[in-house]
């Protein structure tokens, strides 16, 4: 009987100290796990699945005035907390989808401030996937949003800067091509200008060369159509300016002989250098 009342005993004992065991690594999860949540910077709020709080964390108290003491047991829609969510109809959205729900809203800050909150509804399920309740993540946005305020600023700032550069270009652009074809106009109405006086020495000079001429005279007369010409290709060389802007200018390759080019240039210069003595 007494080894009975032993065995009885080392089991209740064996069953006892399970249990102690279990309890203290139970105890010690709860406590990792309200160190966590307590660690956290958001604000955590959990409740059962129709709203009642049963926890919050530090920073709910913190950031969203919300003691503890004062918040557990309430329902989270009497708290009056955010003014343009709707709680019992998320909580029921997420009753319904299991799934966790993101919203983003704002909440009145010290001295008049508004703080922009990421709200988080997260069901909290169980290992069998029953619904145990659920939990609401707040977290503040409000640097972010402002960083984000800031880019989208400066970047249309950026693009205003761009448009009107892009506008003054286009200007430059249409003045400098006003300018360009006013400057071919004018090259293109001079040269036919000079082209008029020009036909009417060269008319001048065939018609005295059907004259009895000297022997000097016709050199004279020669070079006096050599210079003509020589003004001829150059009024025509004029012209081609506006053929050069285009991209349509068309080199011709004819032969010559340089001894005959360098001896009409010394002929068409030589009355101008004897006048200077040179």
Known sequence: FASIVLVILMGTLAIFMGSYRN????????????????????????????????SCNDAAATLLRMPPNTAIGKNISDLDLFADIDFDEKIEQVRETKSS???????????????????????????????????IIARDITQEKEANRQILKGNAELEAKVAKRTEELASAHKKAMHASEMKSAFISHVSHEMRTPLNGMSG????????????????????????????????????????IEAGKLDFEHHPFNPLVLLETVVQSSSIRAQEKKI
């Open 23 to 54: 309890s203290v690594r139970l105890s010690t999860a709860r406590a990792e796990h309200e160190a966590i949540i307590n660690g956290s910077s958001a604000a955590i709020i959990g409740m059962e699945l129709h709203g009642r709080i049963t």
């Open 101 to 135: 729900l993101l919203l983003e809203t704002t909440f009145a800050g010290p001295r008049n401030s508004e703080i922009e909150l990421s709200v988080t509804f997260s069901p909290i399920v169980l290992d069998n996937q029953d619904l145990a309740g659920i939990a």
């Open 204 to 243: 001048t000079l065939s018609l005295i060369k059907r004259e009895p001429l000297t022997e000097n005279q016709k050199k004279y007369i020669a070079m006096a159509e050599m210079s003509s010409s020589t003004l001829a290709t150059l009024i025509n060389e004029i012209l081609d300016l506006s053929k």
